[in-house]
């Protein structure tokens, strides 16, 4: 099993909500990422797991909230959005130890903030 | 300063078009990845590279690594319209417990059937 799954596909959301993003893996992989990504532009780094633990945080607001609750898990709790927070955001995966370091991505989901 | 620049930027052509997307740097990596990303979809993995001069061939793709080491190319042969997406090329940066990969500018290809 290759696959890196994440719910929901879509989201719709205002400013005021709390939502969460989930993000699921299945090979044994021990870090795993959050990217931001806008159209037609490459993915951003948000943060980065490494053996469940926070290992990057890149300067991202403190409305995105990272939770790993084991290795196969990652979540993304959002709140108090801004408009321009609207993006699709992409779980990713990869063995920690294993070079050259090679990344397995979710289908993304697409966040609107209203 | 952006560490990846990819050319070119955008690219539309006719399905049974040849096309060569450039990465470049000025720095020297021990790999490089090339991703696709789909509309609507996460980034895959297509291909990585390590030895200096390699070439890889995926069907109708062809990676080539700069002898140098900091730069890559990916080449396409007669694309077809399920070419269509973002390429992006990638280098690991490894800090100890903090490896992360970066992504070049991207490339915006569209195949026109």
């Known amino acids: 099993d290759t696959e890196v799954t994440q719910t929901p596909k879509h989201l719709v959301m205002g400013m005021t909500n709390k939502k969460s993003l989930k993000c699921e893996q299945h090979?044994?992989?021990?870090?795993m990422y959050w990217y931001k990504q806008k159209a037609k532009k490459p993915p951003e780094l948000m943060f980065v797991?490494?053996?469940?633990?926070?290992?990057i945080n890149e300067s991202v607001p403190s409305r995105f909230s990272p939770e790993c609750p084991n290795s196969s898990l990652l979540n993304l709790h959002l709140h108090a959005l801004q408009p321009e927070d609207s993006a699709l955001y992409l779980c990713?995966?990869?063995?920690?130890?294993?070079?050259?370091?090679?990344?397995?991505f979710g289908p993304g989901t697409r966040l609107t903030v209203t | 300063t952006q560490l990846l620049e990819q050319s070119p930027q955008f690219l539309s052509i006719q399905e049974g078009e040849n096309l060569t997307v450039y990465c470049n740097s000025s720095?020297?990596?021990?790999?490089l990845q090339w991703y696709r990303q789909e509309p609507g979809e996460g980034p895959v993995l297509l291909v990585t590279v390590v030895t200096g001069g390699e070439v890889k061939k995926l069907k109708r793709l062809t990676f080539q690594f700069g002898d140098a080491r900091k730069d890559s190319s990916l080449h396409i042969t007669a694309a077809q319209p399920g070419d269509t997406g973002l390429y992006l090329c990638a280098i690991p940066l490894y800090g100890g417990a903090t490896n992360k990969l970066i992504f070049g500018t991207g490339t915006l290809l569209a195949v026109q059937p």
């Open positions: 720095s020297v990596f021990s790999s």
């Open positions: 990713a995966s990869s063995q920690e130890q294993s070079l050259p370091y090679e990344q397995y």
């Open positions: 797991y490494s053996y469940e633990k926070l290992s």
């Open positions: 090979m044994g992989h021990r870090a």
